[in-house]
């Protein structure tokens, strides 16, 4: 019930295009899912993150699509660049619990 | 914005030796940190979660005579990794976060035992 399910496991998007990393959940104890980028040799990033009070979070390129009733939530890049490519890790967290659960990882690669 | 500073970024040691990897949170107060280890294209595992002044709390299957973690301070955490072997060969990354607050994570160490 802890897990976190992310897919795909990579994703080549062409620039300009969209990007779209999708995670899905169980533990309806979670109040908090972040979105990590993590380039190579380097420790992961925080992104963007979101609330379950809310159904999406828009900041610059990057956009957080959050279902309650289903679950899921996702991340779309708009506008994808070269320099986009990078791991991605989703994440959910409960409040009481304390702890980050990550999803698998998806590699984005962005072709110029 | 919350730095977190981890050294060294990379090392390589003997079998057998002990390791020593340092977490600093710069410009606020870490209550809490996080210590992590990552395989090649794969996700974080945590390892244990430490609060300043109290003894580190291991997740399961992760030894801790082996894994030796200090958080004596709200701006430092050590993770020791003891009589190293060339399986305890990852990167492992730390986080910290203050009360309420996001987690920040370090770039992690490339610890390579040969």
């Known amino acids: 019930q802890q897990q976190v399910k992310q897919s795909p496991q990579s994703l080549i998007v062409q620039k300009g295009g969209i990007s779209i990393i999708n995670c899905a959940y169980e533990n309806t104890a979670f109040d908090y899912f972040p979105w990590y980028q993590q380039f190579p040799g380097k420790g992961p990033a925080l992104l963007i993150a979101?609330?379950?009070?809310?159904s999406e979070k828009k900041e610059g390129r990057f956009t957080i699509s959050f279902n309650k009733s289903a679950k899921q939530f996702s991340l779309h890049i708009m506008d994808s660049q070269p320099g986009d490519s990078a791991t991605y890790f989703c994440?959910?967290?409960?409040?009481?619990?304390?702890?980050?659960?990550f999803g698998q990882g998806t590699i984005l690669t962005v072709h110029p | 914005g919350a730095v977190v500073s981890q050294h060294p970024s990379r090392v390589i040691c003997k079998s057998g030796t002990s390791v020593k990897i340092e977490c600093r949170s710069l410009d606020f107060q870490a209550t809490t940190m996080f210590w992590y280890r990552q395989f090649p294209k794969q996700s974080l595992m945590l390892m244990a979660t430490?609060?300043?002044?109290?003894?580190?709390?291991?997740e399961q299957g992760v030894e801790k005579d082996k894994f030796l973690i200090n958080h004596a301070s709200l701006t430092l955490s050590t993770l020791t990794v003891t009589s190293a072997h060339p399986e305890d060969s990852s990167f492992y990354i730390c986080s910290a976060r203050d009360l309420g607050q996001p987690q920040h994570f370090g770039d992690g160490t490339r610890l390579s035992i040969l």
């Open positions: 979101i609330r379950p009070d809310v």
């Open positions: 430490s609060n300043e002044g109290s003894k580190a709390t291991y």
């Open positions: 994440a959910a967290k409960a409040t009481s619990y304390g702890k980050l659960t």
